[in-house]
């Protein structure tokens, strides 16, 4: 599964972004797929998830601003933001699940994309 993110840039307080994240390769494998993201000296973090149900997750600091979706057929992840704060400057990266299922076993495999930058400035 190959991963790639578009969409980040540089947006004053308050502004917005629509972040994009196409899979590529055996997606139908794909589960969960989420966002995270970090910022310079800080551990990266999830920032929101969606299961193949469509059932969502976010960080505390994101609910209510932050919308993640999923177009299935376009193997497409969306991260919509909205009233961004200087606290969300970091890198994004995009994240998808694959299990992996066998008679035998259950594999999960992880895979991210490369990255891409959002700054929030005051």
């Known amino acids: 599964v190959q991963l790639v993110e578009s969409g980040g840039g540089s947006v004053q307080s308050g502004g917005s972004l629509r972040l994009s994240c196409v899979a590529s390769?055996?997606?139908?494998?794909?589960?969960?797929m989420a966002w995270y993201r970090q910022a310079p000296g800080k551990e990266r973090q999830l920032v929101a998830s969606?299961?193949?149900?469509?059932?969502?997750n976010y960080a505390d600091s994101v609910k209510g601003r932050f919308t993640i979706s999923r177009d299935n057929a376009r193997n497409t992840l969306y991260l919509e933001m909205n009233n961004l704060k200087p606290e969300d400057t970091a890198a994004y990266y995009c994240?998808?699940?694959?299990?992996?299922?066998?008679?035998?076993?259950?594999?999960?495999?992880?895979?991210w994309g490369q990255g891409t930058q959002v700054t929030v400035s005051s």
């Open positions: 969606i299961t193949n149900g469509a059932s969502t």
């Open positions: 390769g055996r997606v139908t494998d794909i589960n969960t």
């Open positions: 994240n998808a699940e694959v299990l992996v299922v066998t008679i035998e076993t259950t594999r999960k495999f992880n895979y």
